[in-house]
């Protein structure tokens, strides 16, 4: 099988894409599919993902058969995004493979779990959030400023404070 292999990684020091690509590598030579290519975003934003983009144009236009990814957490970011391509590429009849998980997306049993595991990482990130939320509302209650400190204005020249902008008016 013709696939792609797909890793994602922040622009964080300590991450490095070529951990996700040796992992990769191995699981597709062992399973006997034929690397197409091999796509790599570093992003610091869920809007810039272009070479995301790239594999999903090649999997829709039927260069590719399927693609392989490390996790579930390094194809989608939500889980909304994660429920629609599954759909969409079982239709189809593309494959998705998540290492880490062990899941052939492409099985009725594949996209079962992956939607248990998205549905319980989207129920721990807004857990998460309504934690935040409830300890901001309590340092707000309790009188704290919140958010960045203001950045102070330049002090302004004593020509400008004397006489105005354009001198003496």
Same mark, same amino acid.
């Given at each position: $099988?013709?696939?792609?292999? /797909?890793?994602?990684?922040?622009?964080?020091?300590?991450? !490095?894409?070529? !951990?996700?690509?040796?992992?990769?590598? &191995?699981?597709?030579?062992? *399973?006997? !599919?034929?690397?197409?290519?091999?796509?790599?975003?570093?992003? *610091? %934003?869920?809007?810039?993902?272009?070479?995301?983009?790239?594999?999903?144009?090649?999997?829709?236009? =039927?260069?590719?058969?399927?693609?392989?990814? /490390?996790?579930?957490?390094?194809? @989608? &970011?939500? $889980? *909304?995004?994660?429920?629609?391509?599954?759909?969409?590429? %079982?239709?189809?009849?593309?494959? $998705?493979? %998540?290492?880490?998980? =062990?899941?052939?997306? *492409?099985?009725?049993?594949?996209?079962?779990?992956?939607?248990?595991?998205?549905? $319980?990482?989207?129920?721990? &990130?807004?857990?998460?959030?309504?934690?935040?939320?409830? #300890?901001?509302? +309590?340092?707000?209650?309790?009188?704290?400023?919140? #958010?960045?400190? &203001?950045?102070?204005?330049?002090?302004?020249? +004593?020509?400008?404070?004397?006489?105005?902008? @354009? @001198?003496?008016?």
């Amino acid at each position: $099988m013709k696939i792609a292999i /797909y890793a994602r990684v922040s622009k964080a020091l300590d991450q !490095n894409p070529e !951990n996700q690509l040796l992992e990769l590598r &191995r699981w597709a030579n062992a *399973s006997q !599919n034929e690397i197409e290519g091999e796509y790599v975003d570093e992003v *610091s %934003s869920k809007d810039t993902r272009p070479m995301k983009e790239e594999v999903l144009k090649k999997l829709r236009t =039927g260069v590719l058969e399927g693609v392989a990814f /490390y996790a579930l957490d390094r194809w @989608g &970011r939500t $889980m *909304s995004e994660l429920v629609l391509e599954l759909e969409e590429f %079982s239709q189809t009849g593309k494959t $998705m493979f %998540s290492l880490k998980e =062990g899941l052939d997306l *492409s099985t009725a049993a594949g996209r079962m779990f992956a939607n248990i595991l998205a549905a $319980m990482a989207n129920f721990e &990130r807004e857990r998460i959030r309504e934690r935040t939320m409830l #300890g901001l509302a +309590r340092a707000k209650a309790q009188g704290k400023k919140l #958010g960045r400190p &203001r950045k102070k204005p330049p002090l302004q020249k +004593r020509d400008e404070v004397i006489y105005g902008k @354009g @001198g003496i008016t």
